[in-house]
């Protein structure tokens, strides 16, 4: 029923911020809740992508900042011009991540520390400020993780490392917020078309062929699939649901 090409969420007057929303599952996330009548604060990296939001969004719905989550200087920013707009926030989507595909042993310091302070730390240091203005009863907050941190992959241990970390911070959090009942949740993700799935095609093909086989559903996910199952954890339908990850990869956990 959650994945039905129609569904519809209504979030009339409710205000939302969301991480990484200028490409892939962000802007997907963005759209739909644009759609479903949201106030969304997003931050991105790309002054194009900023650009490009504000000519496609109305700006009283739709408020776009340019930054790097992985600053503090940054959060800060973003923080204080979020609260300008929105008193109070319904939702926060830590979407914004990289990865890094590299062998173990070719692993510096600097590239873990890379994908530690956007992977992780950021999220950490955002989640810490918006809780101030997240709604209590009611608030949700989502971490987007994949399916890489709980099973781990090959020339992926950086990336593994920050998106398993991202997990256990969802569950810790779901059990410090429940005395405001704040649900805390994360997402796995399996392989997902978004913007990086043409060069992975092209590039890994052997790969690419190989996921195919491993998923039981034999394609790639969608980023408005992932986008769905957001809304539905955002929404007053999912107030029993926390401290969970779930995955949303095609049954390549079960397989």
Sequence with gaps: MLMEKNIKFNFSAKNFVLTGGGKGIGFATLKKLYESGANVALITRSKSDVFQISKKFSNKKVFPFCGDVSIEEDRNFFFNKVKEKMKKIDGLINNAGIRQRKNFNEISQNDLDHIYEINLKSVFFLTQIFSKIIKKNTG???????????????????????????????????????????????????????SYASKFKKKLPNLYKYTLKRTPLNRWGTCEEVADLILFLLSNNSLYINGNNIFIDGGWNAN
């Design 140 to 194: 949700s907050i989502i971490n987007i993780s994949s399916i890489v941190g709980p099973f781990g992959f090959k020339q992926l241990s950086g990336y593994a490392l920050s998106k398993s970390g991202l997990i256990g911070l969802t569950k810790s959090l779901a059990i410090e917020f429940s005395d405001k009942k704040i649900r805390v949740n994360s997402i796995s993700p399996g392989f997902i078309k978004s």
